[in-house]
């Protein structure tokens, strides 16, 4: 006997397909991508399961429509569009799973912050080179010792600044919750559907129009995804529009950011520095303007390979859940086991 599962996202034709592999033989998955509202109400009828990744409204009417519905399994731990009361009035059980990957990625972009504001690849090179410092070297105790003994200025932290986080989703609600006990002055973001103020208040989030996230962030920490309208969205004319000082931290699709408007900005001081994980071509190719940037550690500029989601094991391609993670709460309730991170 097979299940029928109704799967919604929004994300990629190749994640798709990689979900769909990742089912085991009892469940039966129907995909849809960003479907009409009208679409989901016809692969309501039949399902015993909901499977939604990351985001989508599932109301009172949505649930009235499912009669065999069992289970909302939402994967991504932002709940606020599913009405929970409603499904449980309906006997119909409600699911979330945090999804590791970015769980990772946050804490990537975290530590990409603070290498860049505390001047990581340049302190580093001198706390490395066995130079002449001027003054003898004595050994340390409780009284001596030499602190900052490169004179070195300009370290600072996160504490005190606006983190502007653009495109807010999954990654995005795990780097604000990260980022509250570095008590930064305030935590912006900006995404084409504004959360909920209860949300809002949950994950210590003020929303900001775009120009004025890109004006008055002190991190810029970039998110978003790819589509042609977002395509070199960070260009020269938004990179200008930055505070003097300020950084770029990037994780999101590597073709949303004009690489060569990027390495000017930096070369030219406007940027104090900034930090990528992923790039337009990938591997990244020998002619990346910003790969000169990081032989020169006064330049401020950090890249990894893509890495920021860990390894393979963590999740899927791109942080996505496992197949353990899509389905487990499904195959729990089929044998009869408890639910985890059960809401209703």
Request: charged share 20%.
């Amino acid at each position: 006997m097979t299940h029928n599962v109704l799967f919604v996202t929004e994300r990629s034709p190749r994640h798709q397909q990689a979900a769909l592999e990742a089912a085991p033989p009892e469940l039966s998955v129907t995909m849809l991508r960003q479907p009409p509202r009208a679409e989901i109400m016809r692969g309501l009828a039949d399902a015993e399961f909901l499977i939604s990744e990351r985001a989508g409204v599932i109301d009172a009417e949505m649930v009235a429509a499912a009669p065999k519905l069992r289970l909302i399994q939402r994967l991504g731990s932002l709940t606020h569009d599913i009405d929970v009361v409603a499904a449980k009035r309906q006997g119909v059980a409600v699911c979330y799973w945090p999804i590791r990957g970015c769980i990772l990625v946050a804490e990537h972009m975290v530590m990409q912050m603070l290498a860049l504001v505390k001047k990581l690849p340049e302190v580093k090179a001198i706390a490395e080179a066995a130079g002449d410092w001027g003054r003898p070297s004595l050994r340390t105790d409780e009284n001596i010792f030499a602190y900052n003994w490169s004179s070195h200025s300009g370290i600072d932290g996160i504490d005190g600044a606006t983190v502007g986080i653009l495109g807010f989703g999954e990654i995005g609600a795990e780097l604000a919750r990260r980022l509250i006990p570095f008590r930064p002055a305030q935590i912006i973001y900006h995404k084409r559907r504004r959360l909920p103020e209860a949300v809002e208040l949950e994950l210590g989030l003020t929303y900001a129009p775009r120009d004025e996230l890109i004006a008055g962030s002190d991190f810029l920490c970039s998110l978003l995804p790819y589509y042609p309208e977002t395509d070199h969205l960070l260009n020269a004319a938004l990179l200008a529009e930055m505070k003097r000082g300020s950084f770029v931290v990037h994780c999101g699709s590597g073709s949303v950011i004009d690489e060569h408007a990027l390495a000017d900005a930096v070369r030219r001081g406007h940027l104090a520095g900034a930090a990528l994980d992923t790039f337009e071509w990938e591997p990244i190719r020998a002619d990346n303007p910003l790969l000169p940037l990081t032989r020169d550690p006064v330049a401020n500029v950090l890249l990894t390979p893509h890495t920021a989601a860990g390894a393979a094991r963590a999740d899927g391609p791109g942080g996505a859940p496992t197949r353990q993670s899509r389905y487990e709460n499904l195959i729990r309730m089929l044998n009869g086991n408890p639910l985890r991170y059960r809401l209703a």
